[in-house]
C-alpha cells in the first residue's frame, strides 16, 4: 500500500516546471543555415531562419528579398510535397537576415527546403553553407551566380564547407580550400543533415596548361595560338613595338593607313601575353559568369573588342536596378581592343581614363554602387584622318584641315596620356616579309615575364605603382642625364616620365639586362606620342 502511495505521488512543482519549459523549447525552436548573396562582386553571409507558429496556416519568406527568391516558395512546396513531405497546419516564416541588404538569387531554395523538412529536428551547423537551386522534382541545380559567390566568400576566408549541386562541381572543383558536399537531390541533402555525414568531395581540377614556379608562386601558360604573328609581313617597328607591350601589359596604340595591319596586330597580341596566376584565371572566370557565359578555365587572358556604337552602359557595366558587369571588366587581366579610336564617343573616352589610372570601375546607381576590378592593357587603333590616306605616299587625302584637326580633337591629351607606346603604321610593300612567329615572341614575353617576377614585382612592367617605380626603374647617372634632357626638351609630364621609365624597363627585361642603358631609354623615347 506504501509502495502505491509511493508510486501515486506526484513529482515535484520544479520538475513539471522544467518539463514545461522543455516542451516549449522544442515546439519553438528557431532552426537556421547559412547561405549568402552577392553585393556587386562582393559576397555578404546571410542567415536563413525559419520558424513553425500556430495560426493561419500560410508560408511566407521575408527579409528584402527579390522575386526570384519569393517564387522560391512554389519550387520548395513541389520539391517537397514530390518527396513525400507533409507540411504541418502552421505559419511558415522564413527570414533572410540581416533584413536590410537586398537580396537576389535562386540558390536559397535549398537552404528553405532543408529548414522546412526538418522542422522538428535542431540544426547546429554553424561553419555549414547550403547552396542550390530546386526543381520542381527536387532534383539540386546549379545557377550562374554560385561560382562568383563561392569564390568571394573563400577569398574573404568566410567558408570552409559547403552543400552544392553536384553538377556545378565541373566548376567548383576550381576552388581550392574548400569541403564541398555535392548533392544530386533534395532528399539526399535532408539525409546528410539527418545522419551528420558530411562526405566531402576531394576532386581537384588539373589546369591543361604548362606551368612555371618563380618565388614559390605557381603560373599557368597556355601554348594554343590561334592566330600567328607570321602573318603579319613587314611592320617591323609595330611588333618590337607589340613585343614591348605583351611583355610589360603596356597600353599600345597604333596608328596607319586602313589595311597596314593594325587589326591584324592587335588580334594576335592575346596569344603572346605572359602567364596566370591561379587566381588572375579565378577572378577571369568570375568574370565570366556574371556576364553569363561559361568559362573554359584555360590559362589565357582574355580579349574584348567593342564596336565604336557601343553604349557607355555595355562597355562600362550598368543598369536602373541591378549594376551589369561591362566589357573593361570582362577584359580583367587581359586586352581591351578599341579599333577606329576617335569614332568611339567623347563620355567613353574621358570615362576610360578612371579604370587606365586606377584598375577599377565604380558604377553610382540610385538604387546601388558597385565597384569591378578592370587591371586591363589597353590596345587601340585609329586612321591618321578621316579618310584614311593622310599617311599614303600613293593615295591623296580628300580631307581638309579643319576634319582632321575635328578628327585628332576627340582625342584629349589627359587620355592619351595614359597611353605608353605610339607607333605609326609603314605602307604596306610588295616586298614585306615575315620574320617572327608568334611562338618565338612568346618566349621572349616568358623571358621578360621571368624578370619581372624574380625581382619580387607584384605587378608587371606597365602596371607598376609610383614607388614601385622608384624601386624597380631606377637608372644611372649617365641615362638620367639622357632623361632630364628629354624631359626639358618635349615638356614630358610627370606621368610620361613615369611611363617611359616603365617602359625602358620592359625593354631591358627582353635584353635580360640587370639595368637600365642608355639604348633602353632611347628605344622606349622613340615610342612617345609626337
Do not use: W
Amino acid at each position: 500500500m506504501s509502495q502505491n502511495n509511493h508510486s501515486g505521488k506526484l513529482p515535484p512543482k520544479s520538475t513539471l516546471t522544467t518539463k514545461r519549459m522543455d516542451t516549449k523549447k522544442k515546439k519553438n525552436i528557431v532552426n537556421h543555415l547559412t547561405c549568402a548573396t552577392l553585393e556587386g562582386l562582393s559576397a555578404k553571409i546571410i542567415e536563413v531562419e525559419a520558424t513553425f507558429t500556430k495560426g493561419l496556416p500560410g508560408f511566407s519568406v521575408v527579409g528584402l528579398v527579390s522575386s526570384d527568391i519569393q517564387e522560391a516558395k512554389e519550387r520548395v512546396k513541389s520539391a517537397l510535397l514530390t518527396n513525400d513531405f507533409i507540411f504541418p497546419p502552421l505559419k511558415i516564416t522564413i527570414n533572410l537576415s540581416p533584413s536590410d541588404i537586398k537580396k537576389s538569387g535562386t540558390h536559397f531554395d535549398l537552404s528553405i527546403a532543408l529548414l522546412n523538412a526538418l522542422n522538428k529536428e535542431e540544426i547546429l551547423e554553424e561553419e555549414l553553407f547550403v547552396f542550390g537551386e530546386l526543381g520542381l522534382d527536387g532534383k539540386v541545380k546549379s545557377s550562374s551566380t554560385l561560382f562568383p559567390l563561392i569564390l568571394s566568400l573563400k577569398e574573404q576566408g568566410l567558408l570552409k564547407r559547403a552543400i552544392v549541386p553536384k553538377v556545378a562541381m565541373e566548376h567548383l572543383s576550381h576552388i581550392a580550400g574548400v569541403d564541398f558536399i555535392p548533392v544530386e537531390t533534395l532528399s539526399q541533402a535532408i539525409e546528410i543533415l539527418k545522419n551528420k555525414e558530411f562526405k566531402t568531395s576531394t576532386t581537384q581540377f588539373a589546369y591543361q596548361a604548362n606551368s612555371m614556379s618563380i618565388n614559390e608562386q605557381l603560373f599557368y601558360d597556355c601554348s594554343e595560338i590561334e592566330s600567328d604573328f607570321s602573318d603579319v609581313k613587314g611592320q617591323s617597328i609595330a611588333k618590337r613595338a607589340a613585343l614591348i607591350a605583351a611583355a610589360g601589359m603596356h597600353n599600345f596604340m597604333m596608328e596607319g593607313n586602313p589595311g597596314c595591319g593594325k587589326s591584324m596586330i592587335a588580334k594576335r597580341l592575346k596569344d603572346i601575353l605572359p602567364p596566370l596566376l591561379e587566381t588572375e584565371m579565378l577572378t577571369i572566370a568570375k568574370h565570366q559568369f556574371l556576364d553569363g557565359t561559361t568559362p573554359d578555365f584555360k590559362a589565357k587572358r582574355p580579349m574584348r573588342s567593342p564596336h565604336h556604337t557601343a553604349t557607355s552602359a555595355s562597355i562600362f557595366g550598368g543598369g536602373s536596378h541591378k549594376a551589369r558587369i561591362g566589357e573593361v571588366a570582362l577584359a580583367h587581366n587581359g586586352i581591351l581592343f578599341f579599333d577606329e579610336l576617335p569614332h568611339f564617343s567623347k563620355n567613353i573616352l574621358e570615362a576610360l581614363r578612371e579604370p587606365l589610372q586606377d584598375k577599377k570601375v565604380n558604377i553610382s546607381r540610385v538604387n546601388s554602387k558597385v565597384q569591378y576590378e578592370a587591371d586591363i592593357m589597353f590596345v587601340a587603333a585609329m586612321n591618321p584622318c578621316p579618310c584614311g590616306n593622310a599617311l599614303s605616299k600613293k593615295k591623296s587625302c580628300r580631307c581638309s584641315e579643319q576634319e582632321v584637326k575635328r578628327y585628332k580633337n576627340r582625342l584629349s591629351d589627359p587620355f592619351l596620356e595614359r597611353v605608353d607606346l605610339f607607333v605609326v603604321m609603314q605602307e604596306v610593300n610588295m616586298n614585306d616579309k615575315m620574320d617572327y612567329s608568334s611562338k618565338e615572341l612568346k618566349l621572349m614575353v616568358n623571358v621578360a615575364f621571368k624578370s619581372q617576377m624574380q625581382r619580387g614585382q607584384s605587378n608587371l612592367n606597365g602596371k607598376l605603382k609610383e614607388d614601385e617605380i622608384e624601386k624597380f626603374c631606377q637608372i644611372n647617372q649617365e641615362t638620367e642625364k639622357i632623361l632630364f634632357s628629354a624631359i626639358e626638351r618635349f615638356a614630358l609630364s610627370h606621368r610620361s616620365i613615369n611611363s617611359i621609365k616603365k617602359i625602358a624597363r620592359t625593354i631591358a627585361d627582353l635584353d635580360q639586362s640587370v639595368d637600365i642603358e642608355k639604348k633602353h631609354l632611347f628605344e622606349a623615347l622613340s615610342y612617345r606620342r609626337r
